[in-house]
């Protein structure tokens, strides 16, 4: 074969490694994935309350619930739950659905694993327009490196919002646009407004692209009615619901709730990004994506550079003016999700101009975030990640199906990572530059004391739980300048 060919063969089994990763652990139940896990089970009994599937999830239930009418309604929007009704009754009549953990492990594989590992092929179909050959590390990145990764294996709406939202983007940018592909696109992105609201921001930017990019009155009609239909089923559960298809479940309330919208704030923003846990200290190869946007954008891609950094700055606003903006308890601000493959991708012109520097910001962003899934990943919020695996408190796997628990069952997962990192990476850190070499160790020292210095962590040591991914940076670092010596 040629080596185009074995190239392309170890490109697909990093995906594959990436895909094996985001099934492997199946978490425990809480309150917020029983919000939705409650609504599969109210929509398969055929009603929108959640009265009796309260009882039915478990111990910890929910409190993730409105008030309206004398009747308890999840307050997550449908569109999750609606996805996975048709998985739960499969596995109803199969004599499942009884144990919760492994119920919410099932729903999550086809709910949120399932698009993750979609929206990764994705990326890496739009990282290879970007920088032909390189697509596939960026999707690597998003795949195990960024919070993607411990979001696809809890039964939260997160990874399916990302999914819908950047395949309406592939659509609108990578394929001709025919009045049907613009349709298309508007659809998905409607629907990713029944799974989370705010999406409804992705709609209007999207709309603004399409006039721009087809200039025919046409294709934003197409454009309009598709989402009009995506959104359809949002407003049918709330007319059903709550008696109006505009009142949505977070309003819907006879009790008194809290102002949860503030004016957007310069100083949360900066916490989202920069703070513990945030965006850039958890997954430095998110700053190396954004700053890959300028690449995109001087080679030519103005207009999808634009719609990228656009979406990116409004998510961060609107999630800035939300009352949790890290959605409570959290391994990092989960609500921009949906913000990540729109910078993901553009890692791919990044790793081209600078490999080593890019690869060691991508390296440690995997340590970090296999740390937190391996380690009860809904915990990862006080930062004690490294001390869970030293005493082996891991996360329960695929493995206790048949009766395996503990510490080696979480060992495939570390071997599936790295397994997607050196299938990625072989053959794409060649002819590391002088300037790439000192450019990795600085961005490695600058992201540590980033790391080190992030507010809000309280008594997370932060730099102790990145040791690991230090070292291994180090370690790439040398490799580096010992392959440059020797040129």
Partial sequence: MGPLSRRGRLDALALLAVGAALIWPMQGPNGVQNAHYALVRAFASGTTNIDRARSEVGEAS?????????????????????????????????????????????????????????????????????????????????????????YATVFLSHALSAFLVFAAFALLWLVPPRLATVGAAGLVVGYSVTVEYPNAIAVALFGIYVVFRTRRAASVVAYGAGAVLGVLPLLLYD?????????????????????????????????????????????????????????????????????????????????????????????????????????????????????LSSFALAFVSVVVMTMITASHALAGYDGKWLDRLEDRDVSLTAASLVGITGAIAIVPLFLAVAAAVVLAGLGRLGGVERRDVAGAGVAACVWALVAATAPGGGDAAHLARYLPGLLATAALVGAGAYALRAR
């Fill in 239 to 355: 007319w059903a619901a709550f008696g109006s298809p505009f009142r949505i479940s977070y309003r819907a309330n006879d009790l008194p709730i809290p102002d949860q919208f503030h004016g957007p704030s310069l100083h949360v923003a900066l916490d989202l990004l920069m703070g513990f846990p945030g965006l850039l200290p958890l997954a430095p190869a998110v700053a190396a994506g954004a700053g890959g946007l300028l690449l995109v954008w001087r080679a030519g891609r103005r207009a999808e550079a634009a719609v990228a950094a656009a979406l990116a700055v409004l998510y961060v606003g609107y999630n800035s003016a939300f009352y949790s903006p890290f959605g409570g308890p959290s391994p990092g601000p989960r609500y921009l999700i949906t913000v990540l493959p729109f910078v993901l991708f553009a890692l791919a012109p990044v790793v081209r101009a600078l490999p």
């Fill in 62 to 150: 929910t409190t993730d619930v409105s008030h309206w009418r004398g009747h308890y309604y999840s307050n997550k929007a449908p569109g999750l739950a609606l996805v996975c009704v048709p998985i739960f009754k499969a596995l109803d009549l199969a004599g499942g659905g009884t144990d919760p953990t492994r119920t919410l492990w099932v729903l999550s594989l086809f709910g949120c694993a399932l698009p993750a590992f979609g929206l990764v092929l994705l990326v890496r179909r739009a990282g290879d327009e970007a920088a032909p050959g390189y697509g596939v590390v960026a999707a690597v990145a998003l795949g195990v490196g960024t919070l993607l990764f411990p």
